[in-house]
């Protein structure tokens, strides 16, 4: 009876993603037009919500917001996964909070180093909230801070008024569990995966996994200069399949299943690699390494902005591999 269940659920979880995929597009500029969030937060299973972030880039008519910013709420008080981009962001996230629940935010977790995971940081910690992260994130966003802030305020310019560098309160190395009552959340670290710091906040009792960077649906994957898809390749296969969740947050795209994910962040992952090495056993050269066949993930969004990137990042990685 609860396998029954558990089944019924997903399929309505997916369902709804289905639906909402529909208006889901990185054309669409605005989704919420009367908040500077990109689209209204959903409750997706009881007491796990998350805001979808614009499949396209950062831009001022989405304010940032192309990462998903979720949220947990208990009896205890709310978790917030993700800071957003800004402060102006953060607290849009923060007055929708406020019309689901009178409970406090107690905790806000990075997902990250990246802006869209930090920046908002300075907002909620005005609000004398605590800002969980993994200790690479903290490094990461520590040295590259001022760059990144620069990066948003070119986008969002009035948008990013108020805005500040901030670092993490809490920082951890492997796992931290936070007990919200009967609700046990654990943000994990579980290896080297898309950026340095990412990680992925596991709730065992709902089988649900907010993945962060780990993990991505809908949207083509960005390979970052910095990215080791080899490792990360290993972490998903060591660590996060291990996991064996029934429900899947990514970190950009609507909640789905560990099918989805996996079909367009591992496997994509080991097709390019797969291509590339192919490519480079045949003496392939780098300038013509951006054009190898990726055309069954051409229909994902941002594929014409990342695909050839992707490919030559491979190609310097795999090359002295």
């Given at each position: 009876?609860?396998?029954?269940?558990?089944?019924?659920?997903?399929?309505?979880?997916?369902?709804?993603?289905i639906?909402?995929?529909?208006?889901?597009?990185?054309?669409?500029?605005?989704?919420?037009?009367?908040?500077?969030?990109?689209?209204?937060?959903?409750?997706?299973?009881?007491?796990?919500?998350?805001?979808?972030?614009?499949?396209?880039?950062?831009?001022y008519?989405?304010?940032?917001?192309?990462?998903?910013?979720?949220?947990?709420?208990?009896?205890?008080?709310?978790?917030?996964?993700?800071?957003?981009?800004?402060?102006s962001?953060?607290?849009?996230?923060?007055?929708?909070?406020?019309?689901?629940t009178?409970?406090?935010?107690?905790?806000?977790?990075?997902?990250?180093?990246?802006?869209?995971?930090?920046?908002?940081?300075?907002?909620?910690?005005?609000?004398?909230?605590?800002?969980?992260a993994?200790?690479?994130?903290?490094?990461?966003?520590?040295?590259?801070?001022?760059?990144?802030?620069?990066?948003?305020i070119?986008?969002?310019?009035?948008?990013?008024?108020?805005?500040?560098?901030a670092?993490?309160?809490?920082?951890?190395?492997?796992?931290?569990?936070?007990?919200l009552?009967?609700?046990?959340?654990?943000?994990?670290?579980?290896?080297p995966?898309?950026?340095?710091?990412?990680?992925?906040?596991?709730?065992?009792?709902?089988?649900?996994?907010?993945?962060?960077?780990?993990?991505?649906?809908?949207?083509?994957?960005?390979?970052?200069?910095?990215?080791?898809?080899?490792?990360?390749?290993?972490?998903?296969d060591?660590?996060?399949?291990?996991?064996?969740?029934?429900?899947?947050?990514?970190?950009?795209?609507?909640?789905?299943?560990?099918?989805?994910v996996?079909?367009?962040?591992?496997n994509?992952?080991?097709?390019?690699?797969?291509?590339?090495?192919?490519?480079?056993?045949?003496?392939?050269?780098?300038?013509?390494?951006?054009?190898?066949?990726?055309?069954?993930?051409?229909?994902l969004?941002?594929?014409?902005?990342?695909?050839?990137?992707?490919?030559?990042?491979?190609?310097?990685?795999?090359?002295?591999?």
């Amino acid at each position: 009876m609860y396998k029954q269940l558990e089944i019924l659920a997903l399929s309505v979880l997916i369902l709804i993603s289905i639906v909402i995929k529909a208006v889901s597009d990185e054309n669409i500029k605005d989704q919420f037009p009367n908040s500077f969030l990109y689209s209204k937060p959903n409750e997706y299973i009881p007491n796990i919500w998350s805001a979808i972030g614009a499949t396209g880039p950062p831009t001022y008519e989405n304010t940032g917001h192309n990462n998903n910013l979720s949220f947990i709420t208990s009896s205890e008080g709310v978790v917030v996964i993700n800071a957003g981009a800004s402060s102006s962001l953060a607290q849009a996230l923060h007055d929708e909070i406020k019309k689901i629940t009178n409970k406090p935010v107690i905790l806000v977790i990075n997902e990250n180093g990246q802006g869209h995971a930090m920046l908002g940081n300075s907002y909620w910690i005005d609000q004398g909230v605590p800002i969980l992260a993994h200790e690479d994130a903290i490094k990461e966003f520590e040295d590259n801070g001022p760059q990144i802030l620069n990066r948003m305020i070119r986008y969002n310019r009035d948008k990013a008024d108020g805005t500040r560098l901030a670092l993490p309160t809490i920082s951890f190395t492997d796992k931290y569990v936070i007990n919200l009552g009967n609700l046990v959340i654990e943000a994990l670290y579980l290896g080297p995966a898309h950026s340095p710091g990412d990680i992925s906040v596991w709730i065992p009792s709902k089988k649900l996994v907010i993945a962060g960077d780990m993990a991505f649906h809908e949207r083509l994957l960005p390979i970052f200069s910095h990215t080791n898809t080899k490792e990360w390749i290993a972490t998903w296969d060591n660590e996060f399949e291990k996991l064996n969740p029934i429900y899947v947050i990514p970190g950009h795209g609507h909640p789905t299943n560990m099918d989805q994910v996996r079909k367009y962040t591992r496997n994509y992952l080991l097709y390019l690699r797969g291509k590339i090495g192919t490519f480079i056993e045949n003496g392939g050269e780098l300038k013509d390494a951006y054009y190898v066949d990726q055309t069954p993930f051409s229909h994902l969004q941002t594929f014409k902005e990342l695909a050839t990137r992707n490919a030559g990042r491979v190609y310097e990685e795999m090359e002295f591999e």
